[in-house]
Nanobody
Framework: HVQLVESGGRPVQPGGSLRLSCVAS????????MAWFRQVPGKEREAVAAIDSDGIASYADPVKGRFTISKDNANNTVNLMMNSLKPEDTAMYYCAADFCRGTWRPADFRIWGQGTQVTVS
């Protein structure tokens, strides 16, 4: 099974930038979609950005124009570049992977990382 390890989360001031990285233990097979989710205590986990096997990206409305998801296939890595950060971006950010299904619900992904905390204040 593929394992995912996230990194890059830390405290940052509003307006700042962070780059989160998700490294897969091995190169995922074709047809695999990767996604970033985030969750705050007491709320449901929500999709932030996703990228399919063809490199086509999708973004949640709150982060459009500020976040960019990208793949580095040579290093089995998916990155999330976050700019113009806001306090409401504060959350635990999770990387996820599974076969592409065309939807980005948490239930659509079976492989998860342990999360990395982003705090904007």
């Amino acid at each position: 099974h593929v394992q995912l390890v996230e990194s890059g989360g830390r405290p940052v001031q509003p307006g700042g930038s962070l780059r989160l990285s998700c490294v897969a233990s091995r190169n995922p097979r074709g047809g695999i979609c990767m996604a970033w989710f985030r969750q705050v205590p007491g709320k449901e986990r929500e999709a932030v950005a996703a990228i399919d096997s063809d490199g086509i990206a999708s973004y949640a409305d709150p982060v459009k124009g500020r976040f960019t998801i990208s793949k580095d296939n040579a290093n089995n890595t998916v990155n999330l570049m976050m700019n113009s950060l806001k306090p409401e971006d504060t959350a635990m950010y999770y990387c996820a992977a599974d076969f592409c299904r065309g939807t980005w619900r948490p239930a659509d992904f079976r492989i998860w990382g342990q999360g990395t905390q982003v705090t904007v204040s």
